[in-house]
């Protein structure tokens, strides 16, 4: 980490983690994305009713050995990806501990329904028991979306406003445009920021079918993927932050019709703007990359705003496969864990302030989006 202060009043992320299909933590995500490691494997005989025989699964995750006994019991899965990764950062260090807990300190989760696979399970109690309230009621609590970021802050004493916000592969943008907005309007000091998705056979039936019905023989083409990860943003002014990038902006949209290539060179537009930039100092791009016509758009937006602009792709997509709602965050960590193993000198010798991380996001329900960091 650099210990560096913005001149702007810009918020700032300080620090991050990811549970991942690389492993379980910062260091595991950054490694893989510096080898471009492939996590594709093939499902075991726990996995035998699903309709592909692979996926990127966070290697050997399992709720109680990560987070033991006590509190677990019904605890699901992307409840316990995300109760990890936020440990995982705040672990890290004590300033993480003290800024990210607290009174002051908010939780902004993107996802798309929490866990399908846990509302699936409910329903189907309900309806194959001997009366249709014969169901576990311990249970109940994962059927409902903020299950993840309620656990969270009850599990790390995050007392500031929680809110789950619902966005498919564009989840993490519409979290981040959130926590900037907490703090901006004063509502929080600190946000952990952050996006979860699990691998499950709900899913894996869910986007089957869902790809299936919309694109043919597409199906199956990209492996799902899972896991989650977490931002620690704050405030930019504070004398012991150790900046690791300036959220600039983040510019949402919505398709009209069928044209996302405009809706989204719309987004870069303002995104630009916003930031005061030039396409020339973008030196890395993540993409969401989805195989369907809408990342081919994506990456036609990306030309025609951009032109050539010589920036390193890191999209992540094709080493932890399809991460669903957690794609715009791994995303995010994508470009922090770049920075880190690339100093701004090697790439900028005149300023570490010129180096821009993009990511852009599409999704088949219409949602686009876009965020520019400025990287230390």
């Known amino acids: 980490m650099t210990a560096t202060t913005p001149a702007g009043r810009r918020p700032v992320i300080t620090a991050w983690s990811a549970v991942s299909p690389f492993g379980v933590g910062r260091a595991a995500f950054t490694e893989g994305i510096r080898e471009r490691r492939d996590t594709t494997k093939v499902l075991g005989p726990s996995y035998e009713k699903v309709p592909e025989p692979t996926a990127c699964l966070v290697p050997g995750f399992d709720v109680r050995s990560a987070l033991g006994r006590k509190g677990t019991r019904s605890m699901d899965r992307v409840t316990g990806l995300t109760v990890t990764a936020v440990g995982a950062l705040l672990g890290e260090s004590e300033r993480n501990q003290r800024v990210g807990t607290g009174e002051g300190a908010a939780f902004a989760l993107g996802t798309t329904t929490g866990s399908a696979q846990s509302m699936m399970d409910f329903t189907r109690d ?3 028991g001997e009366q249709p309230f014969f169901v576990d009621p311990a249970q109940f609590p994962n059927t409902v979306m903020n299950c ?3 656990q969270s802050a009850i ?3 995050l007392k500031g406003p929680n809110t789950t916000i619902a966005g498919g592969r564009a989840a993490g943008l519409h979290a981040l445009n959130y926590a900037r907005r907490l703090l901006a309007s004063g509502h929080a000091e600190s946000v952990l920021c952050g996006t979860a998705e699990e691998f499950s056979p709900a899913r894996a039936w869910l986007e089957h079918h869902a790809v299936s019905q919309d694109f043919p023989g597409t199906a199956g083409s990209i492996p799902l993927g899972e896991g989650s990860s977490m931002l620690l943003i704050e405030p930019a002014g504070a004398d012991d932050q150790p900046v690791l990038a300036e959220i600039l902006a983040v510019e949402l949209g919505v398709v009209l019709g069928e044209d996302v290539r405009a809706a989204l060179s719309s987004c870069l537009r303002r995104a630009l703007a916003q930031a005061e930039t030039t396409p020339d100092r973008i030196v890395a791009i993540a993409r969401s990359s989805s195989t369907d016509r809408a990342g081919a758009d994506e990456l036609l937006a990306i030309v025609d705003v951009l032109g050539e602009t010589g920036a390193v792709d890191l999209t992540p997509h094709d080493l932890i496969g399809d991460t669903g709602a957690a794609a715009a965050g791994f995303q995010t960590t994508s470009l922090l864990a770049y920075a880190e193993t690339h100093p701004a000198k090697e790439r900028h010798p005149a ?12 999704d088949r329900t219409g949602s686009v989006g876009c965020a520019l960091l400025r990287l230390y």
Request: hydrophobic fraction near 50%; avoid cysteine; charged fraction near 5%.
């Open 148 to 150: 993840a970021s309620g």
């Open 126 to 128: 309900s309806l194959t």
């Open 351 to 362: 300023a570490a302030t010129a180096r821009i991380g993009l990511i852009t996001s599409v």
């Open 155 to 157: 599990w790390y004493q």
